[in-house]
């Protein structure tokens, strides 16, 4: 069974860090892309980083580049978003996704339960 | 960046009704296009992909249609699982950008 759990969540103050995890099981993480998806409270979902299999290729919202480096473990079977420079706007539930590879492009088949990060003074 | 527009935002129906929701794409994505569903609380499901394509498992009372710039999502026959918040994303580019969402709400 295909799992994902995120973990690292919390209460930052303005201008704070968090490292965001999610662990995988259930599948050869190693062969997957994958991403990070936040929900502010109340709101739609937004799409934030994208990291390839091998690390080889990543891609960030406009919203986050320059603050948030995502980054993956393949022999830990981990994903990553180190948050820095965070803001009040930054408040959401994260979610990491994995990427299906599809014959007519790519689709978000499972998804973790979300860690909430709230950013407030 | 390709911008998705969902309408309408929210609707209410009964159970039985069949529901719509339209998705526009700022350009043309093929079919490139996905559909998901969220309940308060929960993570997103997929439902539909390649505008059309029905996940596994996913009951086929939900279909999808369209290619270019607009898509549809149909409930042929709304269910009280069914009520929820309906997201559209595009797959043209890396960058999954994700329609507003429509909240399906009981009549």
């Known amino acids: 069974e295909v799992q994902l759990v995120e973990s690292g969540g919390g209460l930052v103050q303005p201008g704070g860090s968090l490292r965001l995890s999610c662990a995988a099981s259930g599948f050869t993480f190693s062969s997957y892309s994958m991403n990070w998806v936040r929900q502010a409270p109340g709101k739609g979902l937004e799409w934030v980083s994208y990291?390839?299999?091998?690390?080889?290729?990543?891609y960030y919202a406009d919203s986050v580049k320059g603050r948030f480096t995502i980054s993956r473990d393949n022999a830990k079977n981990s994903l990553y978003l180190q948050m820095n420079s965070l803001r009040d706007e930054d408040t959401a539930v994260y979610y990491c996704?994995?990427?299906?590879?599809?014959?007519?492009?790519?689709?978000?088949?499972?998804w973790g339960q979300g860690t909430l990060v709230t950013v407030s003074s | 960046d390709i911008q998705m527009t969902q309408s309408p935002s929210s609707l209410s129906a009964s159970v039985g009704d069949r529901v719509t929701i339209t998705c526009r794409a700022s350009q043309s994505i093929s079919s490139y296009l996905n559909w998901y569903q969220q309940k308060p609380g929960k993570a997103p499901k997929l439902l539909i992909y390649?505008?059309?394509s029905l996940q596994s498992g996913v009951p086929s009372r939900f279909s999808g249609s369209g290619s270019g710039t607009d898509f549809t999502l149909t409930i042929s026959s709304l269910q009280p699982e069914d009520f929820a918040t309906y997201y559209c994303?595009?797959?043209?580019?890396?960058?999954?950008?994700f329609g507003g969402g429509t909240k399906v709400e009981i009549k």
């Open positions: 994303q595009q797959s043209y580019s890396t960058l999954g950008a």
């Open positions: 996704a994995r990427t299906f590879p599809g014959e007519v492009g790519d689709y978000f088949d499972y």
């Open positions: 990291i390839s299999s091998s690390s080889s290729t990543i």
């Open positions: 390649a505008a059309s």
